[in-house]
Nanobody
Framework: QVQLVESGGGLVQPGGSLRLSCAAS????????IGWFRQAPGKEREGVSC????????YYADSVKGRFTISKDNAKNTVYLQMNSLKPEDTAVYYC????????????????????WGQGTQVTVSS
């Protein structure tokens, strides 16, 4: 059974950092693209970052470039999202998603193209 479990969310002050984890079970990351998405109250879901099956292609939303870093540890079957210089507008529920098809161009940010989703983890950036 394919399962994704996010963790690492919490409350952090502006300018702080968090590292989110997306632990996969029931499948190996070698064969899956992993995307991070977020959804704030009253807003549409948006793509945050994506890492290809090989790890050689990475995408970021413009709003997080230079602040967030996605990485994967195949040995632990886990993908991470390191979030630095957090801003109040980063407040949202963060989800990871998986799909077997590599993404190109802007398709990485289209949530409908991912088959499997985690339950989400809340990130709140506030003083």
């Amino acid at each position: 059974q394919v399962q994704l479990v996010e963790s690492g969310g919490g409350l952090v002050q502006p300018g702080g950092s968090l590292r989110l984890s997306c632990a996969a079970s029931g499948f190996t990351l070698d064969y899956y693209v992993i995307g991070w998405f977020r959804q704030a109250p009253g807003k549409e879901r948006e793509g945050v970052s994506c890492i290809s099956r090989s790890g050689g292609r990475i995408y970021y939303a413009d709003s997080v470039k230079g602040r967030f870093t996605i990485s994967k540890d195949n040995a632990k079957n886990t993908v991470y999202l390191q979030m630095n210089s957090l801003k109040p507008e980063d407040t949202a529920v963060y989800y990871c998603a998986a799909d077997t098809h590599d993404k190109y161009g802007s398709s990485w940010s289209k949530g409908d193209l991912y088959d499997y989703w985690g339950q989400g983890t809340q990130v709140t950036v506030s003083s």
